[in-house]
RNA sequence: GUGCCUGUAGCUUAGCUGGUUAAAGCGUCGGGUUGUGGUUCCGAAGAUCGAGGGUUCAAAUCCCUUCAGGCACC
């Protein structure tokens, strides 16, 4: 496999690379947010691009429900669906194991999920969503994985996902190069295995060499996040740190997106990082300011504030102006336009944070 | 002037054959959210039940007076 990864390194664990996708370089580390379903909600693409990020992603369940990826094919892809020329990259549905449970079952084939609205049944598997997500058309691609809770209930089955996971990638494998044998190299979409493990560390250490050991062309490290301490999260993300192999691949830690875990995924080795947090955040009201500390939109204090949200952020939002006082409000009243802004400016957070981790190429 | 109806949290109301600390929605205030089912979830504050008096062990609830708003008729 040729090389679609370089990085120099930054610190102990850190580093700086470029990914080559077909659909374009990506600089790492850095932060993909998430557009579940073609679109980053609220924001056009424009001022997606505003905030300076390179990858967008999509999820294989949704689109899969709807409009189903025969739809998104026959309006051009991905791409043309989402109105976006840059890299794209599909998670697999995996974590919709871990977030719908209450509306699924596993077998070792796959899992079936019913739709609470319209009944239906929908079933996915490792082979499934790699054929979905290639119809879809991502450049960047993930294994079908088993995700399961890090709460107190759910830690006892990481053992059987963390197998699982590792049946299905093979599985998720196969049916990848099945589908791409017949591309050129540069054309096929980037392949990551997931590693589970929960917050076992043999478990992740072992999960870790097994998805290294596979022709993948990125890791990815799954099932954090998922209810465990932040304290927990670090410690694992400072294990697997002395643990990765020299393999040229991109680190992509699913579903991080604090500030605070950003940069410890960054000080620890990762490359990529993907959260609903900055969109979902800013549509109830919450931004980051400097120092990683949020701050409550609604709060009353804000009502005749002046001020931009962060003085030193250059997102369209501060630069051009918009007050706190004047985004109480329109949250205050449901204007739309709210989350809209404050949305541009908490992605603009993470990707200054990972903008000031790069090195130059 | 006479008759009737209505006054309960900031708003809209529930409770009215008398019976625990008067309930809800919205609003207000605070918090949560990590590979997005959810303009969402959790919590808190907030009421001398229009006012005064009476009956009763016990009154938002029954009785009397009064005030305010509304409707109808003179």
Redesign the pocket.
Known sequence: MSSIFSSKSTGKHSRSGVLVTRAGKVLTPTFM?????GA??SLTPEQVESTGVQVV?A?T??LHLAPGEDTVAALGGLHAFANRKGPMLT??????????A??RTITEEGVTFK???TGDMVFLSPEISIQIQMKLGADMI????D?TALDDKGRDRTLEAFERTHRWLERSLAEYERLTKDMKQSDKPILFG?V?GGLDKELRKKSLEIVQSLPVGGI?I??????ET?AE?HEMLEYLAGHYDDSPRPRFL?????P??VRKGIEYGIDMF????P???A????AWVAGDK???I????F?EDTEVIDPGCDCYACAKGFSKGFLRHQF?V?E?LAGTLV?IHNIRYLERLCEESRAAF
């Open positions: 947010p998430d557009g579940t379903r980053v909600k992603l999820n369940y949704h998670d697999s549905g995996g974590f919709q194991v871990f977030s719908l209450k509306i739709d609470p609205k993930v294994a079908f994985d995700v997931v589970q990815a799954g099932g954090l996040s998922v209810g932040r999260m699913l579903g991080v997106g604090d605070i875990d993907d959260c609903v947090l969109t979902r955040n549509r109830h009201g919450t949020k701050i409550h609604t709060n009353e204090r009502t205050k449901g739309p949305s």
